[in-house]
């Protein structure tokens, strides 16, 4: 079982930058692949980044590339994800999702079994 609690939203000018964090509970938080994915009013969820337990492996929606970096720090069973150049269409539910992986990593929902309660970002233009 895995828990996940996602703090660091908020609202920022288009252009502006946010760290979001993501602290997970439980054990061996190295053998779980991570993600961050995002809900804007009206939208289904969507993928943004992930990231394989042991950090190695990371990819990202093309809709974010070059602006956001997906990282964690296994010491502290804390994933993060820093958010540059924001534009007003990044703004959404941010949630970080948590499934098995040490190596491997995945861009479907489906195929993560533990998610946080979500953080709210806010990008005004």
């Known amino acids: 079982q895995v828990q996940l609690v996602e703090s660091g939203g908020g609202l920022v000018q288009a252009g502006g930058s946010l760290r979001l964090s993501c602290a997970a509970s439980?054990?061996?938080?190295?053998?779980?692949?991570m993600g961050w994915f995002r809900q804007a009013p009206g939208k289904e969820r969507e993928f943004v980044a992930t990231?394989?337990?042991?950090?190695?492996?990371?990819y990202y929606a093309d809709s974010v590339k070059g602006r956001f970096t997906i990282s964690r720090d296994n010491s502290k069973n804390t994933l993060f994800l820093r958010m540059n150049s924001l534009k007003p269409e990044d703004t959404a539910v941010y949630y970080c999702a948590a499934r098995p992986g040490h190596y491997t990593y995945s861009i479907r929902i489906s195929e993560y079994a533990y998610w946080g309660q979500g953080t709210q970002v806010t990008v005004s233009s």
């Open positions: 439980g054990r061996a938080f190295n053998n779980y692949a």
């Open positions: 990231i394989s337990g042991s950090g190695e492996n990371i």
